[in-house]
């Protein structure tokens, strides 16, 4: 394969330098953007080992890659940030526009205005916030309007109106108004809204008492509301620290290829509210989770004064569900078994740090170092007390949720035995409990395979998936590939008395249907309706065809009968994908051993068998190979044969 020789040309001048690396597919399409401290081990551990299935999916669609070298982490952090802006890449975490929340604006104007703004940028006006909705910056400015007496109109009117005579506006279409006033103003509602609103509600405390003792009932009473106004905005959180800093405290929980971030916001001390973002990633998960942090200030330049960021998550650990923030420091003081769970949570730690130097990774202190640079404000990862208690709140917000989301799945699964029932109605079937599904997988017709997962009652029977290696066809002909592994499947089900599906489904349109058609009636007397799914061009489930005339059968997009189909389409490609790249991996050995002079057939499968991989191999002495019964002479020439190819795939 000529793309893996480039790529194994590629790994082997990779520098020790960071930096960011894309990798492309066989259009030459950007699908995944990365960092790194090291480009040469980071690079090079996507091609080696094994990896989860969402990896393997990516991995599985590279065909080439680039790099561009940086100067140091914080420059890749800022490149990488950009590059996955540009191009959006496929198996990227993506930060989406509307996560965005309002925020107070006091706008850098002659005459400033306050207004609730979800757009933040660099224009020298004064930002606060965010806010968990727009409600709650709504209702604070709301309050603000009626405290302070900034100009509320957006074009300047050519006399005073009706704020001047509340109150409330300081009428600069009518007289010059100092700069000096609204510095006071504008200084005021940042010490309201830094945590002096408990002054400001004294003083108008006072002011309601004096309005009421001097008979102002109506004033006493707009006061009295307006205090009321302010404990109702400024309540107390159940959550609070000493100082009356603002600060984003992140968490992140990893489990079965999917990530949740748990953003915290503690806003004077006080946690105001949580945000929480759920998806597939496809690459390191520490590495990815820093890419999300990135994105998300990139995208919100209004910083808040401390970052708290957590240290290296284990995928699928501590899934309880009990909270784990004190209020105190019994956790420090905590002794006995605490104290060897902190023992083992810091070697997993330290292992997991280890990993991340080898493969060449942002590390904890690393990616925390790199954000603190770029942003200009204090980036911490707590090792203990009070503010290591608020990350592991965030993590285990995050570990909650995503147990949330695969029970939901799990309650998803429980009702798609009613969607088959409901297809089966709709393909004119009297019952539809068995489905096997089929699933061809090649690269320019190399190491064609094919792939069979079983549902049964809408559920995905994984202990009776089948994987075909393609024995008869040369080249990428999907017909014939389908043809030949329909052949070898119902055989076995006749000569074996296998239970039959009610439906068969087929990758594909009218050829692929017509070609399971035919070797079922023609050849071994099998009348399965066979159903066939249509992608569309962006590779997504479009259409269902049925029959050997491939009629379209109508399903609404949002029904269970679709979300059914959808489900098998992509575990079958999955199954096939991932077989596929095994294979792969497989014949790349295969070929390297297969070109040294002296090795067969046989001697390939003893070695394989004796030194377990091809790694092992190229590690190996030459004594190491007399229990083979292979001389000095030709275990020089493997070893040198193994060395010129470069590094392993």
């Keep these: 394969m000529d793309y893996m020789d480039n790529i194994r040309n590629k790994l082997a001048l990779l520098p020790d330098l960071p930096g960011c690396y894309l990798m492309k597919n066989e259009e030459g399409t950007i699908i995944y953007v990365g960092k790194a401290k090291v480009l040469k081990n980071r690079v090079r551990s996507y091609f080696t080992g094994s990896h989860n299935g969402k990896t393997q999916r990516l991995v599985a669609n590279i065909t080439d890659f680039e790099y561009i070298v940086t100067s140091s982490n914080m420059e890749a952090l800022i490149l990488e940030c950009n590059l996955i802006k540009k191009h959006m890449p496929r198996y990227n975490v993506l930060l989406k526009d509307d996560k965005t929340f309002p925020y107070l604006k006091i706008t850098n104007e002659a005459h400033p205005r306050l207004e609730v703004t979800r757009r933040v940028i660099k224009d020298k006006a004064k930002y606060f916030g965010p806010y968990p909705n727009a409600y709650a910056a709504h209702q604070t400015k709301k309050l603000l309007d009626r405290m302070y007496p900034l100009r509320k109109c957006g074009v300047m009117p050519k006399e005073v109106c009706l704020y001047y005579h509340m109150g409330q506006c300081l009428a600069p279409c009518e007289k010059e108004v100092p700069k000096s006033d609204y510095e006071e103003i504008t200084q005021n509602i940042a010490g309201f809204l830094g945590g002096g609103h408990e002054a400001v509600k004294k003083d108008l405390q006072q002011k309601m008492q004096e309005a009421a003792e001097e008979l102002y009932f109506e004033r006493a009473k707009e006061l009295r509301d307006q205090i009321i106004h302010i404990d109702a905005l400024m309540e107390k959180q159940k959550i609070n620290t000493a100082d009356t800093k603002d600060r984003d405290v992140f968490g992140y929980a990893v489990d079965k290829g999917w990530m949740c971030v748990q953003i915290l916001y503690m806003r004077q001390g006080k946690m105001i509210q949580r945000h929480s973002s759920?998806?597939?990633?496809?690459?390191?998960?520490?590495?990815?989770?820093?890419?999300?942090?990135?994105?998300?200030?990139?995208?919100?330049?209004?910083?808040?004064?401390?970052?708290?960021?957590?240290?290296?998550?284990?995928?699928?650990?501590?899934?309880?569900?009990?909270?784990?923030?004190?209020?105190?420091?019994?956790?420090?003081a905590a002794g006995g078994e605490a104290a060897l769970e902190a023992a083992a949570q810091a070697d997993a730690g330290e292992a997991a740090a280890a990993e991340a130097a080898a493969e060449g990774t942002v590390d904890a202190a690393g990616g925390a170092a790199a954000l603190q640079e770029w942003l200009g404000v204090k980036v911490l990862v707590p090792q203990r007390g009070l503010k290591k208690q608020m990350?592991?709140?965030?993590?285990?917000?995050?570990?909650?949720?995503?147990?949330?989301?695969?029970?939901?799945?799990?309650?998803?699964?429980?009702?798609?035995?009613?969607?088959?029932?409901?297809?089966?109605?709709?393909?004119?079937?009297?019952?539809?409990?068995?489905?096997?599904?089929?699933?061809?997988?090649?690269?320019?017709?190399?190491?064609?395979?094919?792939?069979?997962?079983?549902?049964?009652?809408?559920?995905?029977?994984?202990?009776?998936?089948?994987?075909?290696?393609?024995?008869?066809?040369?080249?990428?002909?999907?017909?014939?590939?389908?043809?030949?592994v329909i052949r070898r499947r119902y055989e076995r089900v006749l000569k074996e008395n296998l239970p039959q599906p009610d439906l068969i489904v087929v990758d594909g349109g009218k050829g692929q249907i017509s070609s399971a058609i035919d070797i079922l009636q023609n050849e071994l007397g099998l009348y399965i309706p066979v159903c066939g799914l249509v992608k569309d061009d962006k590779h997504r489930t479009a259409q269902l065809l049925v029959g050997d005339s491939a009629e379209p059968v109508q399903l609404a997009r949002d029904s269970q009968e679709f979300y059914l189909l959808q489900r098998i389409q992509d575990e079958v490609h999955r199954f096939a994908i991932t077989f596929h790249r095994e294979q792969r991996g497989k014949s790349m050995v295969t070929s390297k051993l297969d070109s040294i002079p002296g090795i067969g057939d046989k001697r390939r499968k003893l070695l394989l068998k004796h030194f377990g991989s091809l790694k092992k191999i190229k590690e190996a002495s030459i004594e190491d190979f007399r229990p083979l019964s292979i001389g000095d002479k030709l275990a020089g020439q493997i070893l040198d044969a193994l060395k010129d190819e470069g590094p392993s795939l």
Excluded: H, W
């Design 391 to 484: 990350v592991g709140m965030a993590c285990q917000n995050g570990r909650v949720a995503l147990d949330e989301k695969f029970r939901l799945i799990e309650r998803d699964e429980e009702r798609t035995s009613g969607a088959a029932i409901s297809l089966g109605q709709s393909l004119g079937l009297e019952s539809l409990s068995r489905i096997e599904a089929f699933d061809n997988s090649n690269i320019q017709g190399t190491n064609p395979v094919s792939a069979m997962v079983v549902f049964i009652d809408g559920k995905p029977a994984r202990k009776e998936y089948r994987k075909y290696k393609v024995r008869s066809v040369q080249g990428p002909d999907d017909y014939e590939t389908m043809r030949e």
């Design 278 to 332: 759920v998806f597939p990633f496809y690459g390191e998960a520490y590495s990815d989770f820093i890419s999300y942090v990135a994105q998300y200030y990139s995208e919100n330049p209004a910083l808040p004064q401390e970052i708290l960021l957590p240290d290296t998550v284990l995928e699928g650990t501590d899934k309880s569900g009990k909270p784990q923030l004190a209020v105190s420091g019994e956790a420090e």
